[in-house]
């Protein structure tokens, strides 16, 4: 069982920057791949990035790629999402997920955590 819980969410002006944490409980964390979903109102949850167990593989949706980048700390049980150049239309609730696979690039992880609201005004 792993739980996880988000947080760095927040309000910040378009072409601002935020870094969202993701902290995982339980001894496993090094065995999962990690990811990052978003969900505006009235839309699908949508893929945004992922990362395998050592951190060395990574893989991000197109309409992120070069202002986002997701890293982890296997040794603090933690992956983060650093978001850059942010634009209106990245306001959404993060969601971050571990499975046992890598890329998991559908909304189908094994655990996910309860969300952190990003508002990015224009």
């Known amino acids: 069982q792993v739980q996880l819980v988000e947080s760095g969410g927040g309000l910040v002006q378009a072409g601002g920057s935020l870094r969202l944490s993701c902290a995982a409980s339980g001894r496993t964390f090094s065995t999962y791949a990690m990811g990052w979903f978003r969900q505006a109102p009235g839309k699908e949850r949508e893929f945004v990035a992922a990362i395998n167990w050592t951190g060395k593989r990574t893989y991000y949706a197109d309409s992120v790629k070069g202002r986002f980048t997701i890293s982890r700390d296997n040794a603090k049980n933690t992956v983060y999402l650093q978001m850059n150049s942010l634009k209106p239309e990245d306001t959404a609730v993060y969601y971050c997920?571990?499975?046992?696979?890598?890329?998991?690039?559908?909304?189908?992880?094994?655990?996910w955590g309860q969300g952190t609201q990003v508002t990015v005004s224009s």
């Open positions: 997920g571990a499975d046992s696979t890598f890329p998991v690039l559908r909304p189908e992880y094994d655990y």
